[in-house]
């Protein structure tokens, strides 16, 4: 129960503070956001990978197929 409201909490917070840093980061280096954002999204995309692959082989360990 306790990690409950945390979890709602950073799950709220943090891309807010990730748009939050980006906006400060246009103000203060103008074009270069452009790359802080390419690296956000890359690191997403890493994330996401991760996620995929472990889902996918708890998946595969749960129910496990003939060899042929």
Same mark, same amino acid.
């Given at each position: 129960?306790?990690?409950?409201?945390?979890?709602?909490?950073?799950?709220?917070?943090?891309?807010?503070?990730?748009?939050?840093?980006?906006?400060?980061?246009?103000?203060?280096?103008? %074009? *270069?956001?452009? #790359?802080? /954002? $390419?690296? !956000? %999204? *890359?690191?997403? #995309?890493? /994330? $996401?990978? !991760?996620?995929?692959?472990?889902?996918?082989?708890?998946?595969?360990?749960?129910?496990?197929?003939?060899?042929?």
């Amino acid at each position: 129960m306790p990690m409950k409201l945390s979890r709602r909490i950073l799950l709220v917070t943090t891309p807010l503070g990730v748009l939050g840093g980006l906006h400060e980061a246009y103000r203060l280096a103008g %074009g *270069m956001v452009i #790359v802080m /954002a $390419a690296m !956000v %999204g *890359m690191l997403c #995309v890493a /994330a $996401a990978s !991760v996620i995929l692959t472990i889902r996918r082989e708890q998946l595969a360990a749960r129910s496990p197929r003939e060899s042929r």
